[in-house]
Nanobody, 126 residues
């Protein structure tokens, strides 16, 4: 079992930065591939980024490539998303997700992740 709690969201002006954190409980954090997803009202949850268990493999959606950085600290059971050069279109609820099946296999489909956090709101003003 893995329980996930996101934090770090908030209101920021365009061009600003935020760092999201996802704290995981349980001893099996390092066994999971992790992802960040985002969702706006009435829209499907969308892939943002993926990281393998070791952090050696990272993947980004084209819309955030070069601006966002995913990382993890397995000793602290924490996943991060550093978001720079934020744009109004980045406004969404951001969710972290985990699944041991994607420990070292890239997975971008939100339907394929088993464990989810409750989400944190990110609002970027123009």
């Amino acid at each position: 079992q893995v329980q996930l709690v996101e934090s770090g969201g908030g209101l920021v002006q365009a061009g600003g930065s935020l760092r999201l954190s996802c704290a995981a409980s349980g001893r099996t954090f390092s066994n999971n591939g992790m992802g960040w997803f985002r969702q706006t009202p009435g829209k499907e949850r969308k892939f943002v980024s993926y990281i393998s268990w070791s952090g050696s493999t990272t993947v980004y959606a084209d819309s955030v490539k070069g601006r966002f950085t995913i990382s993890r600290d397995n000793a602290k059971n924490t996943l991060y998303l550093q978001m720079n050069s934020l744009k109004p279109e980045d406004t969404a609820v951001y969710y972290c997700a985990a699944d041991p099946r994607w420990r070292d296999r890239v997975q971008q489909a939100h339907q394929s992740y088993y464990y989810w956090g409750q989400g944190t709101q990110v609002t970027v003003s123009s």
